[in-house]
T-cell receptor, first 114, second 115 residues
């Protein structure tokens, strides 16, 4: 059974048209992450939530916002997508404990900006 | 400075042979964890194996083992008896105690298993 679910798997949007990606988890993990991954590159952390505490990475553009209405769901909002925002967006969850707890990733959403 | 370095952008191996993917790391934190993930072309990141900085023995998970050399700050992944399904991108990652929830990834190694 899928533990971290991302919808949709593929998303096409138009330049400048707001888009929302969703992530849900059945693991009851208190930490949720959003990563952006471009082709043949390492995932880049955009932000993460520790419970309801939001942690933005310093170089995450203002165009990217996130919401976590409850433990199970987290959303990534891209307010005005540009061509450079076309990428794979990965959601991950983790139980906050020591350094050893692994992150569990969802299957990702591939975003195409036309 | 790069915290995680994977020096092999691409690796090729024959089916049923073993392969080693290199990873070196840089940290001054005595408490850290090292992870390897596999990412097939479908995109999902799959956790493979974990090694803690205080672990005395090398981690093993089925056909995966981690060659942990703490003094050299290396954490190489060894895949034994390669299978065609092992063809994927492999990422080494590290979490330091001082970095909280953040995981730092290397640039990855693209492994191709040939029949």
């Amino acid at each position: 059974d899928a533990m971290v679910i991302q919808n949709p798997r593929y998303q096409v949007t138009q330049f400048g048209k707001p888009v929302t990606l969703s992530c849900s988890q059945t693991l009851n993990h208190n930490v949720m992450y959003w990563y952006q991954q471009k082709s043949s590159q390492a995932p880049k952390l955009l932000f993460h939530y520790y419970d309801k505490d939001f942690n933005n990475e310093a170089d995450t553009p203002d165009n990217f916002q996130s919401r976590r209405p409850n433990t199970s769901f987290c959303f990534l909002d891209i307010r005005s997508p540009g061509l450079g925002d076309a990428a794979m967006y990965l959601c991950a969850t983790r139980i906050q404990a020591g350094v050893g707890e692994t992150q569990y990733f969802g299957p990702g959403t591939r975003l195409l900006v036309l | 400075a790069q915290k995680i370095t994977q020096t092999q952008p691409g690796m090729f191996v024959q089916e049923k042979e073993a392969v080693t993917l290199d990873c070196t790391y840089d940290t001054s934190d005595p408490s850290y964890g090292l992870f390897w993930y596999k990412q097939p072309s479908s995109g999902e990141m799959i956790f493979l194996i974990y090694q803690g900085s205080y672990d005395q023995q090398n981690a093993t998970e089925g056909r995966y083992s981690l060659n942990f050399q703490k003094a050299r700050k290396s954490a190489n992944l060894v895949i034994s008896a390669s299978q065609l399904g092992d063809s994927a991108m492999y990422f080494c990652a590290m979490r330091e105690r001082t970095s909280g929830s953040r995981l730092t990834f290397g640039e990855g190694t693209q492994l191709t298993v040939n029949p």
